[in-house]
C-alpha cells in the first residue's frame, strides 16, 4: 500500500530542507493562498518528521521529571503540556510535548531524536524504564484553523463534542482503525493533530480533502509563516544555540533558582527606512539584534521574524539594527493569535 510520502513524491511539488535529514512539502501550489486558507477556513499538514517516544515503567515520572523541565506527577491522564530538554545549568536546545497516556506509560514528541539522550538519564538514575520509537508506526497529520473542529466531525463521523479540548487527546476509529487525536497545533489558531497508523495515512489524506471542499493541503512555508505570526519557536530556529529558558519568555517553567537573561525573544518588522539616513534606528549601535526566522506575512504585508535582543531594551516599538545593519522593529509577541481554549 502506497504510503503519503511515496505518495507525494509521484507529484511535481517542490520540497524545503527544514533541518538536516528532514525535507518537507515547501507548497501544494501557492503557499499564501493555503496560508490564507489557514486563517480563513483550514488548512491540512503532514508534519510526519517529528520524532515520538513512549516511555513506560513505575519510575517514569521520576525519569522525565529529570529528563525535562516540567513537574508531571499531577498531569492528567488524557492531557498534553509544553515543556523542555534543560540541562543542569537551565539551558534547553529542544522543546518537547509531553503525553500521559496512562499512570506509568507516556509519549514524548519532539523535532529531533530524543532516545539516546533519555536513554543517557535512565541509565545515570539506574531506573528500569521500557522506551520505544513511534515515528515509524505513525503520520502525524494536522488539520488547523477555525473550522477544523466541524471537519473532524464530518470526516469521522463523530459528534463535535467528542473532540478533545485544548491540550487533551482521546482516540477515534476510522476504518476499523484507531486513530489518536489531539487539540493543539502550530498556527495560532484552532487546530488539531492526528496520530494516523502508517498503512492507511494516505487514505486518511485524500478523504480528508475528498469531504471537505473548503480543506487545503499545506507545506511548510505556509506553516513558517503561520508559525511565526504566532510566535512559536522553531527547534531549528530559536533552539540552534542552547537557550535559558527565561530568554524564551517561559520563566513559569523554571523550577528553583533565578534566571536574569541578557537576552530575550522578540517579534520583528523589518523596516524599509535606510539606517543612515533615520537616527532612531542607528542611534543605538552597541545592541544588535539577531534574527532567527523570517518570512513574509501575508496578513501584515511585509516581512516579519523572531530574534534575541538585549533583554533590558526589548520594549514594543523599539527600533534597532541588524548585525548586517539592517533596520527592525521590534514587537511584541505575538503577532497573532486566535487559537485560545
Known sequence: MQSLSDYFQTRALEYIDLAPGI?????????????????????????SFMHTVEVAGSSAITALEV?????????????????????HEGYTDLDITIWRLDIDRFWLIAGRPISDRLKQVIRELKLDLEISEKRPDFNILAVQGPSSKDILSKTFFCQVNQLPEFFRFNTISFMNTPIRIARLGYTGEMGYELFVPREIAKQVWLKLLELNENLSECGFVAANALRIEAGFLLFSNELQAPRLLAE?????????????????????????AQPHLDLEYSADLEHFIVPTSRCYSPQMQCEIGLGFYDAAMAYDKKKALTRELEPVEIMKLPFYRNDKP
Open 248 to 272: 524564551l519568555g517561559f520563566e513559569r517553567f523554571i523550577r528553583g533558582g533565578d534566571q536574569r537573561p541578557l537576552e530575550k525573544i522578540v517579534g520583528i518588522t523589518f523596516a524599509t
Open 67 to 87: 529528563f525535562q523541565c516540567r513537574l508531571l506527577r499531577d498531569q492528567a491522564i488524557g492531557s498534553i503540556r509544553y515543556s523542555f530538554i534543560v540541562d
Open 23 to 47: 525535507t518537507l512539502p515547501a507548497h501544494f501550489g501557492d503557499w499564501q493562498q493555503e496560508y490564507w486558507s489557514v486563517r480563513r477556513h483550514s488548512g491540512l499538514f503532514d508534519f
